[in-house]
């Protein structure tokens, strides 16, 4: 049998941000509905390189598919460590990985491709899922606490839901280039206006939403920057070394909704809130897809300062290469390799 | 770059059961030099197709290559079930997946293969390993209870390291032509003659070395089939509701060595002992790599009774699938994709 595979390359021709929001709130809707089968992450370290992988592995009960994904950070790439070039001859990505997808009734491997992208693409989706539910419609102003690729996806994925008219950056390790970078891009893929702010507490003051996509291990994000009628997408911690928002954070917030609580309490920011003292897990509101079936309200007034966890789950990866595959077969995209 | 790309005729070309004990013994030892990472194992079940599968994760920190496999049994497989077919138009193997290697410093994909043969080669090579160090070295009949790929894997595996004269066979789903083909299998790759079986009790008695390669739910080894002089391979339980072996069977042993003792007393028949009250974790004599390594000695005296308990690791798939990946390079086998 032929097993397809899509290059990075490949990937990007077949997924675009507005589809990979519809395959994400499917994930979530089919979380939801108990319908997905998905381990424990597994996670390493290899200290030697600063470098870290997950690997995060589903069924997808409706469509009788698995997922399993590898990505990791390896940041001695950005500074062209190791032997290994691009089919360009350039340096390496940071963010480097494959995804498998396979039929759940035979094992067939349908698809093997790059996971960096899907990563990437998904994980400013589920901000933007968050957004579109938790988020006052009136929303303008986004802050965001990075420059960096994910701080482009969040930023770009919000701004199809809300009409953003200003984008606030704030980026602690951010260079002049960096930031030139960051506005072009946004002013060239929304309406919205870049102004790259000094302090963290500029950026956020006054915006409505706030996007916390650093690996920062120490609280940023205080209490004190976090008014009535906000919304937080805390995307950043996913690993119990990480920590974006003050625990006190948690404690204003009315509602607290995560991916997936059993996740969030391990691995996201709420474990920092919970370990703070600010609020326990029964303060937590939901879960995402409790909101996206309808089962329970998101936003609710003006007022309401909500926080989106997410560590990321392997049925978002699912849903977004099953999706990613049935284009690359349409538009006839990647090449066929046959393991069996 | 470029990513190799093994199929399974592909692994058959450059392993061998040889070369394999020898990367196994290499994977004992490093884990037990403490230079392996190595995750907890990811495992679902798709119980509407009966099907199960493993995600078996680790970094060696002496290669610094990582490996990430997904291997499963889907038993529709056999009666041609699902839509997908091998590349020359028979039906699929029930055993499935797929392994990728990758370099821990830049996360850069050396190679994704086939994971199927080397799964069960290296399971193979694991029980030769223990037989190696823990049977005695006048071992000349072996019994086995299953007639499939794995109780040749082991069998075959065994004969590299002791002279086999005589291996009965008993398999309770055993046919005719199963065992047929099991006698010219066994005895076209080694000196020992096959004699089939009809009781468990009439194979196992008198004989040197047992080898438990099933996925049985029930007990079937009783300790009185259990005689001093045995070692017991117990490589089918490799989940908490499998069993093969009595749990009396270990209160009779005098080493019980595993592969590691963490996940032997969660998924192999270990924990049936445990839980059964035979004997508690501090009856466990040992990992197999401190025997491998020399820090303890393996069999003492020609009455000991031993068991080797192995539920496979994830280093053995990867020095296995380093080697298999050395050699292909070397023979020119395999194609290559450059996923970035």
């Known amino acids: 049998m032929k097993t397809l595979l899509l290059s990075k390359n490949d990937v990007a021709q077949c997924l675009d941000m507005e589809s990979v929001i519809v395959a994400v709130e499917e994930a979530y809707k089919t979380f939801q509905r108990g319908m997905v089968t998905q381990p424990a992450i597994q996670g390493m370290s290899?200290?030697?390189?600063?470098?870290?992988m997950d690997v995060k592995t589903c069924n997808n009960n409706d469509t009788d598919q698995m997922s399993m994904k590898i990505v990791g950070l390896y940041p001695g790439n950005a500074k062209g460590e190791g032997k290994y070039k691009t089919s360009e001859g350039g340096i390496l990505p940071n963010m480097m990985g494959?995804?498998?997808?396979?039929?759940?009734?035979?094992?067939?491997?349908?698809?093997i491709m790059d996971s960096s992208l899907i990563t990437g693409i998904r994980t400013g989706a589920a901000g933007a899922v968050s957004a579109k539910y938790m988020s006052r419609e009136d929303s303008k102003?986004?802050?965001?606490?990075?420059?960096?690729?994910?701080?482009?996806?969040?930023?770009?994925?919000?701004?199809?839901?809300?009409?953003?008219?200003?984008?606030?950056?704030?980026?602690?390790?951010?260079?002049?280039?960096?930031?030139?970078?960051?506005?072009?891009?946004?002013?060239?893929?929304?309406?919205?206006?870049?102004?790259?702010?000094?302090?963290?507490?500029?950026?956020?003051?006054?915006?409505?939403?706030?996007?916390?996509?650093?690996?920062s291990r120490e609280a940023y994000l205080m209490a004190d920057?976090?008014?009535?009628?906000?919304?937080?997408?805390?995307?950043?911690?996913?690993?119990?070394?990480?920590?974006?928002?003050?625990?006190?954070?948690?404690?204003?917030?009315?509602?607290?909704?995560?991916?997936?609580?059993?996740?969030?309490?391990?691995?996201?920011?709420?474990?920092?809130?919970?370990?703070?003292?600010?609020?326990?897990?029964?303060?937590?509101?939901?879960?995402?897809?409790?909101?996206?079936?309808?089962?329970?309200p998101g936003r609710e007034s003006a007022e309401e300062i909500t926080i989106f966890d997410t560590t990321g789950m392997a049925i978002q990866d699912n849903t977004t290469a099953a999706s990613c595959y049935e284009v690359a077969v349409k538009k006839g995209i990647g090449s066929w390799f046959e393991f069996i």
Chains 1, 2 share one sequence.
């Open 141 to 215: 102003v986004a802050a965001v606490f990075a420059s960096g690729a994910q701080a482009r996806n969040q930023i770009y994925a919000v701004s199809l839901v809300r009409d953003l008219e200003e984008v606030r950056v704030y980026d602690k390790f951010g260079t002049p280039e960096g930031f030139a970078a960051y506005k072009e891009f946004i002013e060239s893929k929304t309406k919205a206006k870049v102004i790259i702010c000094d302090t963290v507490e500029e950026a956020a003051k006054g915006a409505d939403i706030l996007v916390c996509p650093t690996p």
């Open 46 to 52: 290899m200290e030697k390189f600063h470098a870290a």
């Open 225 to 296: 920057y976090v008014k009535p009628g906000m919304h937080i997408i805390e995307v950043g911690t996913d690993a119990d070394f990480k920590n974006e928002l003050e625990p006190a954070v948690f404690g204003k917030a009315d509602k607290i909704v995560c991916d997936s609580i059993a996740q969030c309490i391990v691995r996201g920011d709420t474990q920092n809130a919970i370990k703070g003292g600010a609020i326990t897990k029964d303060d937590i509101y939901g879960e995402i897809g409790e909101i996206v079936l309808g089962l329970k």
């Open 98 to 111: 494959n995804l498998i997808l396979s039929d759940a009734q035979t094992g067939a491997t349908i698809a």
